[in-house]
C-alpha cells in the first residue's frame, strides 16, 4: 500500500451519466494530482493541488472538474464524458513545499470504460 | 510544454541478460525521477538524480545523469522476470512531473 487510495477502482458508464472518482491520501501530504493514461498516449498530468489550491490545470476539458475540500481528498466530478475519455486515471500525492526533489506515491488508479 | 523522449519504447530480454533504457531531453533537466509501473499496477518511484553524471544503484539497476544534464539512463544487469513492467523517467519543475512515454520491458524465461 502507498497511503494513497482511490475509489472506484473500476467504473463502467454512459456518456450521459455523471459519477465522481475519489482519492485519499494519509501520508500526510500537501500536494495532490490527477493523471490520465490510456494505451496511445504517456501519463498526462490533469490538475495539481497544493494547500487544496489548484496550482495547475493542464488544458483538461471542462467535464472533468476536480475537488479538492483538504489536503487528504480529491476528487474528480464526471459528466458528459466521450469514448475516448477511457482510460486509467490515477491520482498522486507529494510532500508539496515546493521542492525540485518531490517524489510522487501514486494511488491504484480507477479504470474508466465510458460507453 | 518540453518533454522527455524514451528509447526504446518496447524492450524483449532474454532472461539473464543486460539491457539499457534511455530518455532524452532537448533542454537542460534540475533533475530526473525513474518510476517503474507493474502490468495492472500504478507507478512507484525508484530515484531521483539531481548531480551532473550522477550515478546510482540499486541491486541491478543502475541509474545515470548525464553530463550535460539533458539525459538519463537505466541499465539493468541478469534481468529477472520481476523486472517486467514499464520504466517511466519523469523531470520535475517544482512539484510538477512530466512523464516520458515509458519503456515497457518483455521478460523471455
Redesign the interface.
Known amino acids: 500500500e502507498?497511503g494513497v487510495t482511490q475509489t472506484p477502482r473500476h467504473l463502467v458508464m454512459g456518456m450521459t451519466n455523471k459519477k465522481s472518482l475519489k482519492c485519499e491520501q494519509h501520508l500526510g501530504h500537501n500536494?495532490m494530482y490527477w493523471y490520465k493514461q490510456s494505451a496511445k498516449k504517456?501519463?498526462e498530468?490533469m490538475f495539481?493541488y497544493?494547500f487544496k489550491e489548484q496550482t495547475?490545470n493542464n488544458s483538461v476539458p471542462s467535464r472533468f472538474s476536480p475537488e479538492c475540500p483538504n489536503s487528504s481528498h480529491l476528487f474528480l466530478h464526471l459528466h458528459t464524458l466521450q469514448p475516448e475519455d477511457s482510460a486509467l486515471y490515477?491520482c498522486a500525492s507529494?510532500?508539496?513545499?515546493?521542492?525540485?526533489?518531490?517524489?510522487?506515491?501514486?494511488?491504484?488508479?480507477t479504470q474508466l470504460s465510458v460507453l | 510544454g518540453q518533454q522527455v523522449m524514451q528509447i526504446p519504447q518496447y524492450q524483449h530480454v532474454q532472461e539473464g541478460e543486460d539491457f539499457t533504457t534511455y530518455c532524452n531531453s532537448s533542454t537542460t533537466l534540475?533533475?530526473i525521477?525513474w518510476?517503474k509501473q507493474r502490468p495492472g499496477?500504478?507507478?512507484?518511484?525508484l530515484i531521483?538524480l539531481?548531480k551532473s553524471g550522477e550515478v546510482k544503484k540499486q541491486k541491478r539497476l543502475t541509474f545515470q545523469f548525464g553530463e550535460a544534464k539533458k539525459n538519463s539512463s537505466l541499465h539493468i544487469t541478469a534481468t529477472q522476470t520481476t523486472d517486467v513492467g514499464t520504466y517511466?523517467c519523469?523531470k520535475?519543475?517544482?512539484?510538477?512531473?512530466?512523464?516520458?512515454?515509458?519503456t515497457r520491458v518483455l521478460v523471455k524465461p
Do not use: C, D, R, W
Not at chain 1, 525540485?100 to 506515491?105: D, G, P, Q, S, V
Not at chain 2, 499496477?41 to 518511484?45: A, L, Q
Open positions: 502507498t500536494a504517456p501519463l498530468l495539481v497544493n495547475e490515477l507529494s510532500q508539496g513545499l515546493g521542492q525540485i526533489n518531490e517524489k510522487l506515491f501514486f494511488g491504484s488508479g | 534540475s533533475n525521477q518510476y499496477g500504478h507507478p512507484v518511484f531521483q539531481v517511466f519523469a520535475a519543475a517544482g512539484n510538477k512531473l512530466t512523464f516520458g512515454g515509458g
